[in-house]
């Protein structure tokens, strides 16, 4: 009978798969933003102004995102450690 994986190899995995989403992240969330400002962009005739905004939005939104999993990724660490 086999044995079942310990937990230290599924949270070394899960936060590994947490820092490897960070740089999905820094890459999608501003192209987001910059096509949806084109497309507003587009359909209102304000070119450039949505582009840019939403450019901004998505650097603002893929930083936050990016805190927010190594605030994560740290409170797994220390929780592992006090194990």
Not at 10 to 33: E, K
Not at 56 to 64: E, H, P, S
Request: net charge positive.
């Amino acid at each position: 009978m086999a044995t079942p994986p310990d937990k230290d190899s599924y949270s070394a995995l899960r936060s590994a798969g947490l820092l490897l989403a960070i740089p999905t992240l820094l890459i999608v969330s501003p192209l987001v933003g910059f096509f949806v400002g084109t497309w507003v962009d587009r359909w209102l005739g304000s070119k450039p102004w949505f582009t840019i905004i939403g450019l901004i939005l998505g650097f603002v939104a893929a930083g936050r995102e990016t805190w927010v999993i190594y605030r994560r990724s740290l409170k797994e660490e220390e929780n592992a450690r006090r194990r």
